[in-house]
Each structure stands twice: as C-alpha cells, then as structure tokens.
C-alpha cells in the first residue's frame, strides 16, 4: 500500500454527516455570500484565538495582502521576514508595493532569527513579518521586544499553525498587530477549498481589512478606495465550523505521531529530528538528512510507495526572481538542501507509520552502504 504525504479522507469520513448537512443546508438555502456562517466563523475562531477581530477571506495569501495594507504598508517600506517560506509571504509584501528583506532562520527552529534582525533594520522598515513555519511558533516575545525597541509593527504569518500556541499558553495569532491564517485543504484546519483569515485587535485595522474584502466598501456601493473580491465563501465557513471544534485534538495527534517518530528516528546516524517544543501543532514533520543523501533517499522511499515533500526546495531569496539581488542566508540555503518532510495527518495508523520508519531506516542503511562502497 502507498503511504501519501497526506490523507485527508478519513477526516471526512469520522465528520461525513455533519459536512454533507452542513453543506446541503447553505445549498437549499441559496446564500453563498457571507451570511451567519461566515459571521459565526469568524466569532467562534476569534474567541478560539483570543482576539477581538476576524475577517474571513478569500485566502492565506489574500489574508497577508490585506492585512499589510490595513496596516498602511505599502511603496518605499521594507518589511522584514524569512526567506524559508511558501512563495506567497514575500508576494504579498509586493503585492503591496513594498520590499522583502531576508531575515536568516535560526537551524533548530527553520524559522528566523531574531538575533539577526536589528542588522536588517533601517529607516524605512515598518515591520516584521515571521512565519511559524511547519506549526512551530516563532520566537514571538523576541520579536515583539525588537519590534517595541525599533518602532516597528508585527504581523504573523499563521498559514500553517492554526491551534499552535506559545509557552505562556496565548495562539500564534494573537501577538501581532494584525494576523494572517490560511484554510487551504491541507492547512491544519483545512477548508474544502481556498480560505483564509485577517484577525487583530484594532478596531480600525479590522474595518479597513472588512472594507478591502468588499472592494473597499463597507457601505455597499460607496466605494471608497480599491479594494479586492476576496470574501471567505459560505460553503466554506460552513464546513470550517463544523472542524473548528475538533483542531485541539487533531493537533494533539500530530503532536503524538512526531513524537512515535522522533523516538524511532531520533538515533539514526544522518538524520536529524525536529525538536519538539510545547505548542507544535506539526503542520509538517521535517527532518534533515544531512549526509549529503536527501534527494537518494526521497528516491529510495518513492519506489517503495512512500510520499515525501521538501519544503522548500528553493529559499525564496534565491528564487530567479530575486538572482542576486539580496546577500547570503546560509541556514536558509542549507535547510533547503537538506529537509524533508514525512508523511502525517492526525488519523495516521501505527502501522502506517511504522512503514514509513522502517522504509526510512532501509533508506538511510542503502545510502550509507552506496557511499562506502
Ligand atoms: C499556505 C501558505 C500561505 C498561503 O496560503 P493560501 O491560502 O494558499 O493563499 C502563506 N504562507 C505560508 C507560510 C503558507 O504555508
């Protein structure tokens, strides 16, 4: 049997009649445009977070967009953030009209590090922008004092660590002065389809973010400046309320399969496992293969039916779109030549899992054998 990198099937099955009902029921009712499901998405993920505000949107991507620009960032600021990320964190501070500048990420975490920032700053950085990247939070407390030294707003990138939480216990979500999340399928709470989320707890900037999902307009028709059609689709609030009540268990049992796997793997020579902190949701479970062997092994485990993904292959600083235009980042450069990403989702069987382990283990055994002989 193959293993893919991610099965969101039986998650639909263990919920089939509340989705399907759920769904049938907006259908019947013919309302697919906002409406009380999106507006009870957005109170009871609130009230989840522990912010004042959500708007839901189109998408992660969109979040990011129209959080920036609720914010006032747009041309001539720099906005400082990780170049170990999904394309769309450093597309959407262009899309505003400002500049990326990449921050290096800290190995142990993948995600940036904050000892590296205030070399970054200048007179036109406005923000930071931090991803909690593969569910582990960020070094938010950090972040922030940089941010409250330099004058500089924050802004969270939570595409993939809806749930996650830091060590006094607050969400990811919640720190910064507006927060983008992303209900992609694959996302820990994932939609049927795209979605995503803006929240913070400033009145204005959530009446700007409500106004730009509606063609910046919050009376319709009076439009007052250019906004975008970027609303979170009913159907999809519509089954994002059915899951929203069941993430904390869904990420308790990513948390306990990463912990199976770093028990096995743990040991394995040219193999280093994830740290576990307290509030990893594991969007994804990475690992480095750091023996030089990372794309032999991904080899390996696909002809034995077992799915892998490298997040990411290219940093985004390095992507042709950026061909020398920014200085080295050499964790960043390392990491992508090095990660990759096993398969996990929080209905995984033992025995699943225990196949992936064992194909890996021959993996490792395979390459260390090629390499000496
Ligand atoms: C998925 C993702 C996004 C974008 O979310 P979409 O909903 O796909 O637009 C942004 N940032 C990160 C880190 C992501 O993983």
């Not at 960020?138 to 940089?146: G, P």
């Not at 609303?231 to 399969?257: C, E, G, M, Y």
């Not at 096993?342 to 209905?347: D, M």
Request: glycine content about 8%; overall charge negative; charged content about 20%.
């Amino acid at each position: 049997m193959a293993v893919p990198i991610l099965d969101l099937s039986p998650g639909y099955l263990a919920l089939k009649s509340e989705l399907d009902a759920a769904i049938q029921r907006v259908v019947a009712a013919g309302n697919f445009i906002l409406g009380s499901d999106v507006k009870q998405f957005e109170d009871s993920a609130a009230a989840y977070l522990g912010v004042t505000h959500a708007i839901g949107v189109n998408s992660g991507t969109d979040a990011l967009v129209i959080g920036l620009r609720a914010l006032g960032i747009g041309p001539g600021d720099e906005v400082i953030t990780t170049p170990f990320s999904f394309f769309a964190t450093a597309e959407a501070i262009e899309h505003v009209g400002a500049r990326p500048v990449f921050v290096d990420i800290d190995p142990r975490t993948f995600n940036i590090d904050p000892s590296l920032m205030e070399a970054a700053i200048t007179s036109r950085t406005r923000a930071i922008l931090p991803v909690h990247l593969f569910g582990r939070p960020a070094e938010m407390s950090e972040i922030a004092r940089i941010a409250q030294r330099h004058g500089l707003m924050v802004v969270e990138d939570c595409a993939q660590s809806f749930g996650a939480t830091l060590q006094d216990g607050r969400k990811t979500g919640s720190l910064g002065n507006v927060n983008a999340f992303s209900f992609f399928p694959s996302k820990t709470l994932g939609a049927f389809g795209d979605g995503g989320l803006v929240v913070t707890d400033d009145e204005a900037v959530a009446e700007t973010a409500r106004a730009l999902r509606t063609h910046g307009s919050l009376k319709k028709y009076y439009n007052d400046r250019i906004g975008y059609n970027s609303r979170l689709d009913t159907l999809q609030a519509a089954v994002l309320n059915v899951k929203l009540p069941h993430i904390d268990r869904w990420n308790a049992a990513r948390r306990s399969l990463a912990w199976s796997y770093n028990a096995r793997l743990g040991d394995e020579a040219g193999l280093r496992v994830p740290e576990i902190v307290d509030g990893h949701v594991f969007h994804q479970y990475t690992v480095r293969i750091e023996n030089g062997h990372r794309d032999d092994v991904r080899a390996f485990l696909a002809e034995r039916g077992i799915a892998t993904m490298v997040y990411y292959p290219v940093p985004i600083d390095r992507l042709p779109l950026y061909d020398g235009k920014y200085g080295a980042c050499p964790e960043s450069t390392r990491a992508s030549e090095q990660v990759l990403s096993l398969p996990i989702w929080p209905e995984m069987e033992a025995s699943t899992q225990n196949r992936v382990i064992e194909e890996l283990q021959s993996a490792l055994l395979a390459v260390r054998e090629t390499a000496h002989s």
